[in-house]
C-alpha cells in the first residue's frame, strides 16, 4: 500500500531528523524530536529509525498495527503504572544507540515513552504525532482527523 500523497518528495534521513528536532526544540519536548507519521514511514522505510508501538496489545491486534513494527506496551489494558519492564524490554528490540520513534493511539502515550526511553540513555527517541488513529472528531470518533491510518500508510489487521 502507497500512502495517500505518493507524490510527496522523498527527503533525507538529515532534513526528517532535523525539523524533528526543531519541533521538539519549539515545545521544550524532554526528548529529541517529533515526526508526522509520514516522516515515520520514510524513516522506517530507508532504515534510519526504528518505529515501536507502544499501545496495548489488544489495540495493536484489534486495532491494527504496522506490519514488523515491535510491540512495546506502555500501559497493558487496564493498567494503571507505566510498564515496569518497559526499558528492559526496548532495550530487547533496539539498540539506545539507534534512532527510534515511538507510536500511539493518539501520540499521547508515546510522548511519555519517548521521554523515559531518552531518559534511558535513547539519544534519538521520538514521538510520532497524531499517533497510529488521530485525534478524535466531533463525535467523539478517531481515524478521521489525522493519524497514521488517515494518511494513508501500510498497516494490517490481525
Known sequence: ?????????????????????????????PYFGDVTPMEAWQLQRIG??????????????YVGHIDGTP???????????????????????VDPNQPVMFLCRSGV???????????SGYVQAMNILEGFEGDLDGQGHRGEL????????????T
Open 1 to 29: 500500500m502507497k500512502p495517500n500523497n505518493p507524490a510527496a518528495a522523498e527527503e533525507s534521513s538529515d532534513q526528517i531528523l532535523a525539523r524533528a528536532r526543531q519541533r521538539a526544540l519549539e515545545q521544550a519536548r
Open 48 to 61: 534510519a529509525a526504528v518505529i515501536v508501538d507502544v499501545r496495548t496489545l489488544a489495540e495493536w491486534s
Open 71 to 93: 510491540l512495546v506496551e506502555w500501559r497493558s489494558f487496564g493498567a494503571q503504572q507505566v510498564n515496569p519492564e518497559f526499558i528492559a524490554q526496548l532495550n530487547e528490540q
Open 109 to 119: 502515550r508515546s510522548q511519555g515513552a519517548a521521554q523515559l526511553a531518552a531518559q
Open 146 to 157: 489525522g493519524g497514521w491510518r488517515k494518511t494513508g500508510l501500510p498497516w494490517v489487521q
